[in-house]
């Protein structure tokens, strides 16, 4: 593809890799370093004057490094003369920081704050998967693209699970109702959901389960899964109410603090994330980790929109 270069921050480099061979391009030479007082230091080692460019960098490992990275890659380039730079971004940093939570807050919208940062910086156009809130598009003034992992795991299921036929979709909170009944009915199964009561922030009080998961395989299915406290918690709530085996997948694989050992000690088949976020390493402490490879489907979205076709058969369809 003439014009086009995709360059990788330092986040998800295998990620960055798989999309540019995808696509039958070399990732653009870029160099990052630190300075010894921890300032980020960028160069573009290639021409990018009138180029189309896109920029992979992922929100985990350093967040706050990673974004800052990114934020001066888009800078870099767009001062260099690029004809458009757009920042594909799998897992969106601060994502759940998204609204006020409590009447009279004081709490920040930080999702906001990031949107302001990525176009001020100079992007032109975001592509992101799986938002924790779609409304978070409605913070751009920039286009925004907006992908679901819904298609590769519904491949995932049919070619993984046996009595798929027979399974119960589950969210593991009210939030992602629409998330599991879209799913559901998708796949032609019941849903079922947990209500679920916070006392404060990473610890769940108490949980309901709404729905019959009596002698069914139950899927939970939530956006992400951070210190895993909700899906073990889940998990336990629907095997006591009498599922006969429980699957987790995800799409944002965070899996910060006691995650790994919450995996451990509960009652998965398995725990199924895709790579928007390197699983590698948490993989090697925990044989119920499987990963679904989206790599395509960004791909695909970045070579639609290089030649300026729509994303929207992304929606509902996984490309070969």
Not at 33 to 59: A, H, L, M, P, W
Not at 231 to 236: E, F, L, P
Not at 276 to 293: A, F, G, L
Request: hydrophobic fraction near 40%.
């Amino acid at each position: 593809m003439p014009n086009i270069k995709i360059f990788s921050g330092s986040s998800h480099p295998d990620l960055s890799q798989k999309i540019a061979d995808r696509l039958g391009l070399e990732l653009g030479k870029v160099v990052t370093k630190k300075f010894s007082n921890q300032e980020t230091c960028v160069e573009i080692g290639e021409s990018v004057r009138g180029e189309d460019v896109y920029i992979v960098q992922s929100g985990c490992g350093e967040i706050n490094d990673n974004l800052m990275e990114l934020l001066i890659m888009i800078n870099a380039c767009k001062i260099a003369s690029a004809s458009r730079v757009t920042a594909v971004i799998p897992c969106f940093p601060y994502a759940r920081q998204d609204k006020k939570d409590k009447v009279g807050s004081r709490a920040p919208i930080s999702a906001k704050l990031v949107a302001n940062m990525l176009s001020v910086s100079g992007a032109d156009h975001i592509i992101t998967m799986d938002l924790h809130a779609s409304q978070i598009q409605g913070f751009f003034d920039i286009p925004v693209d907006n992908l679901y992992a819904e298609p590769a795991v519904l491949k995932w299921i049919k070619e993984n699970i046996l009595e798929w036929k027979n399974c119960i979709i589950v969210s593991p909170d009210a939030g992602g109702a629409k998330r599991v009944t879209s799913i559901a009915d998708r796949l032609n199964v019941d849903f079922a959901l947990i209500h679920k009561e916070r006392k404060k922030a990473n610890e769940v009080d108490r949980m309901v389960l709404v729905g019959d998961v009596t002698d069914r395989v139950a899927i939970l299915v939530d956006d992400m899964a951070d210190t895993c406290g909700t899906i073990c918690h889940a998990a336990d709530k629907l095997i006591s109410a009498g599922a006969t085996r429980v699957y987790a997948i995800l799409t944002h694989g965070i899996f910060s603090g006691p995650a790994i050992s919450r995996i451990n000690n509960a009652c998965f088949e398995a725990v199924v994330v895709t790579n928007t976020i390197p699983q590698e390493e948490k993989m090697k402490h925990c044989s119920k980790i499987q990963v679904i490879d989206i790599s395509m489907i960004l791909a695909e979205a970045i070579r639609r929109t290089h030649n300026g076709e729509s994303v929207s058969y992304l929606f509902s369809h996984v490309p070969l």
